[in-house]
Nanobody
Framework: QVQLVESGGGVVQAGESLRLSCAASGSIFSVSAMGWYRQSQGKQRELVAVILSGGITNYADSVKGRFTISRDNDKNTVYLQINSLKPEDTAVYYC?????????WGQGTQVTVSS
């Protein structure tokens, strides 16, 4: 069983930056994909960024150019750098790791952006 713990959320002003972290309890060497999702109040959870085992990344159109996903295998951690935050980025952000056919979710971290 893999446990994921997110951190780094908070309350910020529009235009500021945050870096979210998601640390896994075990090695991420065999992870096939690591993704960041977000869910705003009253909306469905959406994928915002993903990094595959080979290092390929993909982003939702709404965050391209502002969000950067990266991984540190030594620390078993994936990061989401968020720049130029907007009020519409306000959401609970979740990480998800996929190992073959199994997926694990973190508990979420709240990001609130005030205008």
């Amino acid at each position: 069983q893999v446990q994921l713990v997110e951190s780094g959320g908070g309350v910020v002003q529009a235009g500021e930056s945050l870096r979210l972290s998601c640390a896994a309890s075990g090695s991420i060497f065999s992870v096939s994909a690591m993704g960041w999702y977000r869910q705003s109040q009253g909306k469905q959870r959406e994928l915002v960024a993903v990094i595959l085992s080979g290092g390929i990344t993909n982003y939702a159109d709404s965050v391209k150019g502002r969000f950067t996903i990266s991984r540190d295998n030594d620390k078993n951690t994936v990061y989401l750098q968020i720049n130029s935050l907007k009020p519409e980025d306000t959401a609970v952000y979740y990480c998800r790791f996929t190992y073959g056919t199994r997926s694990y979710w973190g508990q979420g971290t709240q990001v609130t952006v005030s205008s």
